[in-house]
């Protein structure tokens, strides 16, 4: 913790500025921001720079305005590691299915080099190059179709489309394809699955649409009722399905399987 404070000691001197003018600068942008949270007073920079206090969020951003510094690197020298957020979060396991929203901070990772690019239409044994050059961003599930996506966590505790999307899969959602397919397919492991917002969380199924109600149908296997809703005003479809990761291993399913969650189903 005391190295950061030496970090942006140094920083400042290389800067000329002095404990006055950092002052006279934050005391600025807490005006621009309507806040006096980001003023940094003579003695509190005094204590940041020599005694190892930790600044606020608010005076972090002033000192790293005023000293032209990238917040996610400063966040790094007080040890907080965002280029282990995904990673540290996907660790968690949460019951409900819900989207992923770590940004390119918590990709920032050591990225592979030229020559082991990855042929994609050749299996590939991901842990070699791992080992070999660091973690690999939550972004890159985004190689298998070179686009950008939104993601997502099927909850531990949803078997709605078991088996196939298991408890804990990681998803990557298309936003550009909302649109309801009415056929074009030929099994299950073929018809489009949607990622779709309620009210009180997300869901993830088969869907069909009739005038004004989407109907959101579990996979079969899972024994769960379908569930109707009003659209657009009930349910907002984020987009379909586009790639997934997820364990293959044995889940140990519930002896009774959840129902759908309370106050969610309309039946019309």
Not at 16 to 25: C, D, G, Q, S
Not at 87 to 107: C, I, K, M, N
Not at 144 to 161: K, N, P, Q, T, V
Not at 235 to 258: C, D, F, N, T
Request: glycine residues 8%.
């Amino acid at each position: 913790m005391d190295r950061a404070g030496e970090k942006l000691k140094r920083v400042r001197e290389r800067l000329h500025l002095t404990f006055r003018e950092v002052e006279r600068a934050s005391q600025r942008i807490a005006a621009e921001r309507g806040s006096e949270e980001f003023a940094i007073a003579l003695s509190r920079l005094a204590d940041i720079e020599n005694k190892g206090t930790v600044p606020s969020l608010y005076r972090l951003y002033s000192l790293c305005a005023i000293y032209r510094l990238d917040h996610h690197e400063v966040l790094g020298w007080y040890g907080i590691p965002l280029d282990h957020l995904a990673a540290d979060g996907l660790s968690v396991e949460l019951d409900a299915t819900h989207e992923v929203r770590f940004g390119p901070a918590s990709e920032a990772v050591v990225p592979l080099p030229l020559e082991t690019e990855i042929d994609w239409e050749k299996t590939t044994f991901l842990s070699e190059f791992v080992h070999r050059f660091g973690k690999m961003p939550l972004s890159f599930l985004r190689g298998f179709a070179g686009g950008e996506y939104r993601y997502g966590l099927i909850g531990c505790a949803d078997w709605s489309m078991y088996p196939v999307l298991h408890p804990g899969a990681l998803i990557a959602i298309d936003e550009k394809r909302r649109k309801i397919a009415h056929g074009g397919w030929t099994n299950e492991l073929d018809r489009p699955v949607y990622f779709l917002q309620l009210r009180d969380g997300y869901r993830c199924g088969y869907c069909t649409l009739r005038g004004d109600r989407l109907i959101l149908q579990p996979h079969p296997a899972s024994e769960q009722p379908a569930e109707v809703f009003e659209f657009p005003r009930e349910i907002e479809v984020i987009g379909q399905v586009a790639g997934v990761a997820m364990r293959l291993e044995s889940w140990k399913r519930p002896l009774v399987r959840p129902a759908a969650t309370p106050g969610a189903s309309r039946d019309r």
